[in-house]
């Protein structure tokens, strides 16, 4: 049906950077929202990001004026544009995606861990 596909966590230095991607099976019905999730210890599941079809964006505050999120309708992809990387951006970072009939589906998640 829709299968997210994760990619681009690792580990970096404070003031790094990393990219995520997400990918959607080829064979997806049509997307309208996606998002980037992500869950660190000792706290709950937060939105960092989410961007509609037609490019309206939204971010979580502590993210705001590092992370830029994107994507690319016709690979039916998501991005994650991750600067100025801060220890409290640790986490796993899911990625979202929903169809026009307001069905949700997650990736497995890509561990991003910010450390000196």
């Known amino acids: 049906q829709v299968q997210l596909m994760e990619s681009g966590g690792g580990l970096v230095h404070p003031g790094g950077s990393l990219r995520l991607s997400c990918a959607a099976s080829?064979?997806?019905?049509?997307?309208?929202?996606m998002g980037w999730y992500r869950h660190a210890p000792g706290k709950q599941r937060e939105l960092v990001a989410r961007?509609?079809?037609?490019?309206?964006?939204n971010y979580a505050d502590s993210v705001k004026g590092r992370f830029t999120i994107s994507r690319d309708n016709a690979k039916n992809t998501v991005y994650l544009q991750m600067n100025s990387l801060k220890p409290e951006d640790t986490a796993v970072y899911y990625c979202?995606?929903?169809?026009?009939?307001?069905?949700?589906?997650w990736g497995q998640g890509t561990q991003v861990t910010v450390s000196s």
């Open positions: 080829r064979s997806t019905v049509s997307i309208r929202d």
């Open positions: 979202n995606a929903q169809t026009y009939a307001l069905t949700d589906y």
């Open positions: 961007i509609t079809r037609g490019g309206n964006t």
